[in-house]
Each structure stands twice: as C-alpha cells, then as structure tokens.
C-alpha cells in the first residue's frame, strides 16, 4: 500500500536534461525528509540530494548547480531535475523517504525506497 515509485529514466546526450518524479501513495509523506540516491554498477550507493520538509535542501558535491531538488506536497511527488548531464551521472536513481523534521543524510536511515529508475548518459 504504502510505496514509492520512479519515473523519468532514460537514455540521454551529455549535456542534456531528464527530470525525474516519485510519487509516493498510501500517506501523507509531507512532514518526511525525501531524497534521491543513486548507485552505479560496482558502486555504493549515494546521496545525491535532499529535501526536508522546512525547504532546506542538500546537494552531493558532484550535482551541485546542475540538480535540483522540489516536492509537490499536495500530491505527494518528489523532483528532480538534471541538466548539464555528464557520463559520470550514469546510474540506478533512487528515491526515498524517512519519518525526520531535518535533513538526512545516511541511506541507513532511510525507511522507505522506490524501485529505481535507469539513468544512462551517453559521450
């Protein structure tokens, strides 16, 4: 009942754009701490931006200037949109949630994932 699911995923030029959406249904995920993480093949997964209910938000090092994080809270949806893609962006991305007024940073932590969704971008 309770899930999150990603959408937005897709093959795209270096250089271009995809936004990615989250829905998430069966409650209220308004008062939650949401993120995006993401894990390449071989790799660990990580953080790459969050947002906690007050606005403040979080970007990895990596992301910052060219990813943004929003919520749409009415309807339960968590964005993020990319620009300036670079190969090195290439991955499974993830969203997820945890019951938290503040921002988290540790996948750990997290109670709630989506499926993931497959981000290739190409040289």
């Known amino acids: 009942q309770v899930q999150l699911v990603e959408s937005g995923g897709g093959l795209v030029q270096a250089g271009g754009s995809l936004r990615l959406s989250c829905a998430a249904s069966?409650?209220?995920?308004?008062?939650?701490?949401m993120a995006w993480f993401r894990q390449a093949p071989g790799k660990d997964r990580e953080i790459v931006s969050a947002?906690?209910?007050?606005?403040?938000?979080y970007y990895a090092d990596s992301v910052k200037d060219r990813f943004t994080i929003s919520r749409d809270y009415a309807n339960n949806i968590l964005y993020l949109q990319m620009n300036s893609l670079k190969p090195e962006d290439t991955a499974v991305y993830y969203c997820?949630?945890?019951?938290?007024?503040?921002?988290?940073?540790?996948?750990?932590?997290?109670?709630?994932w989506g499926q993931g969704t497959q981000v290739t971008v190409s040289s």
């Open positions: 947002v906690a209910r007050t606005g403040n938000t």
């Open positions: 997820a949630a945890v019951r938290s007024f503040g921002l988290q940073f540790k996948k750990e932590l997290y109670d709630y």
């Open positions: 069966g409650r209220s995920f308004s008062g939650d701490c």
